[in-house]
């Protein structure tokens, strides 16, 4: 098959610092449906255009940050093939069995060298997204909240991002998108990777702490949509890291913001298709700031230090 | 690898009545970069955005029409396994070499079932983009013509198209998207496939005569270039059939218009991801006209006749 | 001032044929905010982001069409002054006293020469757009319906517009921005006036019967909520005339359509400013279609003949 | 007439310090229409949109700022009316020729409290938009530079507003459209001023200097033609302050950036409609921040210190 393998962006579990608050905040502003909650006491939430039963889940902690990020794979078969290659590879692989998420199948659950947790699962409950399967119409937008399209890919901090790109690369089947060198020219200080023929469905960054997270990245429809997106966040008092702006890197528009635990996310639109075909962009130290910010043209504090 | 087996479409060879006069307009019009002429005076074009020499093949000839479809596929090995597959399935493949189509390497050349003619490669030269794979800009709208981001599918028109369903689906690894049902709720009058992620990289309509063409289509970034595509062709007097509007089928706006040689062209944006886990959508007869057009909710008369 | 006599349209009472229904339609679909009813049983509506009481107002009745259009002026004196000024000129007025609509001061009323009720007003209680004056927050778009800015002008069909554009422009001090020219390249087939800046706040059709409406227009603040105002009706099934399209004369976009009792209405964006310094242009008869559907370029059957 | 006195502004005289360099930029990168220089050496544009001959005028000078701005007013009647009322209230006028400034009309020329200079006229050469005044066609864009709509309003830095406001609603006829309160609650820091119904055609900040200007501002069609606008400025290396963004004010949104010499340029796009009979908005000290820049909802430094 054309597509097969890994597939997208599945569900990322998030810690927050108070959950009800956090519930509605998840529902209210991001404008995210949501999917019940667990006997965990997790939450669950999908977009409404999404038609899995949940891409993100909310667990109340004492710090803020993510627990795992996983990705749905075509099949059971494509599961056990991507355990078997894991373990090859020399990565220890957990099983955590169907129903410990909601409505998700068995999960493959591993870290990768910048310590955080991966998980890799081929079921989830299709739901559907409202709009049903025969005769459907448009879901036009007709209520609050920022209502993204779908959790699209996130961007996550530390320290072995070599060993990421090669884990990714040679066993799950990405492919480098763009890439950001640091002054000596050789070292990459982040890297956007592609399982589809998106711009990216994930990104890494190097820092001198493992397993943080700097944002989750919701997909909006249109610059428009960005807008009221940015509206949205003022409206309800949302601390908002930069933006609406664009990315040189992908080329995307684009919000940084905060969930009320300081977990960073992001409402982008845009970005061009990138085939395995194609040659990666590469950004020299210099351009950096062009790169991630393309109309400010230099980097905020906080892109580089601020991660839960 | 995530993405493997067919890409995407690669390019389209199409029929003009009268060869200078079509270079211009699809120059000056469509907003197409020229990429030279062969020793057949065919003339070749892609998009600014497309990284690969060329997307759009103009041969003069009698009669409008469609000469081949054609799609990239990962590599040289991939393109040996898809002849040995098609051959094994019962379909002639012919070999045209390298060198035959400018800049593009051997393509494995086979009729589908509808009596079209599709080809697949593994090889186009990478002319890039304009912008380099260093350190880019933004490539700003700066200068005429509607400047479509790529040559991005068709729809064809012919008899046997559960027999292309079949072979698409079986051996070259497309998935369904959407269907539409004639009135006895059970044959297929149109289906949409993917090899990606995309709502469709092909379409077919069942329809008396084999080989017609109804439609190559091109993406367009946003409902306000959807828009100023349609100012471009009121200024120049092209023939517009429809539009700007929606299709309720993939949700895309669109405009369908005809070059002068009376080929149906369309300029459409958006359109949902679908992959190869999701359930395809089904549209009945007495919906058909919603489902093709959203907003007139009937099909124009010119829909199901017009081909070239 | 540099805004005097005539500010803007202010109110429509359009007839209905069945009341409840409308109500629900005008609020569900055209997302238009119920502001009470009279003791005649008329229902009364404003957009969101209008300030005063009321812009339109629905009239139980055995036909569709509009009972009267009304602009609001600078103030009572102004008001005074142009009830002399009518009289002098030879038409007759009528006083309506305040309190006949719903928190509305007195109203001049007369007939212009198509035969359709006009009248003038200068008071009308502001009742706010929901933001406040006092640091205000975006009026982000929360909720189902069409949610038009305001109600910004009518056409009106009728047989002696000369007679009206010597009344708008003579008395009123509205100013030409556009016309249509009949065959004979003399005859107005069809005329633009504003009282302000904008490219019309009433236009006029020539047409063989007096006292029509041709549509009511309202007024969107992008072309994308144009296309979700299309979505919208596509949803509920509202009858589409045209659109989304882009008219010639004025270059707004737009979609006309029809409430339940068979009334044209527009939404509509953007149109250029028109200042009373400015030339007015001309369109002639061979250039008809084009300026009122600029993609179509040519009338549709229903242009001309469906009124109310 | 409704629209009558003063009607919009018409040109702003602004000093550069390298004239070619300038003429260069407002050219490529603002894409504003070059309509030629005069024997002091002073060059003149227009927006493409524009019909009047000129709306900017550069001057080369060894400090950058504005030398003037200007409204055009309805007709010579008028422009005289104002003259004696201008001296009446205490004003003194000078007259400059006609032709003087090219294809300008005789002027009366004013220093207003806050030590700016401000022109009225009567009468500027109609050269056209150059799509003419007979059957239009829509004007497309396609070629480089940001192409404004017009040279919208200017935003004066000086000491004494409270004057300039007596000044411009008093004699000229201008209404309060919002204001900024300063912490004492009652003293105006800036104030927006219209005459016309747009949210704003001149607006002040008090500061300390007087004769300042803060910026010169130029209206977009969209949204997405200001994301475009950011786009070039970035492609071209503009400083750019702030944006794309909101402001609370207007609700417009905006770019603010700067030219060669350091004047502060705005690219906008929206704003409501406000007529003479509205309410103005009152913005606290404490709100203006989210006032001046609704999704920052901070004041960045150079808002209020940066001027030429």
């Known amino acids: 098959m054309a597509m097969t393998g890994v597939l997208r962006p599945g569900h990322a579990q998030l810690r927050v610092l108070d959950l009800e608050e956090s519930v509605q905040w998840y529902t209210d502003v991001m404008g995210?449906?949501?999917?019940?909650?667990?006997?965990?006491?997790?939450?669950?939430?999908?977009?409404?255009?999404?038609?899995?039963?949940?891409s993100v889940v909310l667990r109340q902690a004492d710090q803020a940050g993510i627990d795992f990020f996983a990705f749905k794979v075509l099949d059971k078969a494509t599961l056990e093939d991507f355990d078997r290659k894991l373990q090859a590879y020399g990565v220890k692989t957990e099983r955590i069995?169907?129903?410990e998420l909601l409505e998700t199948g068995e999960r493959v659950r591993f870290k990768i060298p910048t310590g955080h947790t991966i998980e890799l699962y081929a079921e989830k409950t299709d739901v559907g997204n409202?709009?049903?399967?025969?005769?459907?119409?448009?879901?036009?937008?007709?209520?609050?909240?920022?209502?993204?399209?779908?959790?699209?890919?996130?961007?996550?901090?530390?320290?072995?991002i070599d060993g990421n790109v090669k884990l990714f690369t040679e066993v799950l089947g990405f492919t480098l998108v763009e890439r950001v060198k640091l002054e000596d020219g050789k070292t990459d200080l982040a890297v956007?990777?592609?399982?589809?023929?998106?711009?990216?469905?994930?990104?890494m960054v190097?820092?001198?702490?493992?397993?943080?997270?700097?944002?989750?990245?919701?997909?909006?429809?249109?610059?428009?949509?960005?807008?009221r997106a940015a509206d949205i966040m003022s409206v309800n008092r949302v601390?908002?890291?930069?933006?609406?702006?664009?990315?040189?890197?992908?080329?995307?528009?684009?919000?940084?913001f905060f969930d009320p635990s300081g977990n960073r996310l992001e409402t982008f639109c845009g970005g061009y298709d990138h085939y395995p075909d194609m040659h990666p962009i590469t950004w020299s130290w210099e351009h950096v700031g062009r790169g991630i910010f393309y109309h400010d043209r230099k980097l905020?504090?906080?892109?580089?230090?601020?991660?839960?």
């Open 130 to 160: 409202g709009i049903g399967y025969q005769d459907p119409d448009v879901d036009v937008l007709d209520g609050p909240g920022i209502r993204p399209i779908r959790m699209d890919h996130c961007l996550l901090y530390g320290g072995d």
């Open 239 to 256: 601390s908002i890291d930069i933006g609406p702006t664009r990315h040189g890197i992908t080329q995307g528009t684009t919000i940084y």
């Open 206 to 227: 190097r820092h001198g702490e493992d397993g943080k997270l700097h944002h989750v990245s919701f997909q909006m429809p249109s610059w428009e949509s960005v807008l």
């Open 97 to 99: 069995p169907a129903g």
């Open 192 to 203: 956007w990777l592609t399982c589809s023929a998106k711009a990216h469905d994930i990104a």
């Open 32 to 54: 995210l449906v949501p999917m019940g909650r667990d006997q965990q006491g997790r939450a669950y939430f999908k977009t409404r255009a999404e038609r899995d039963h949940n």
């Open 300 to 308: 905020n504090d906080a892109f580089l230090s601020v991660v839960t």
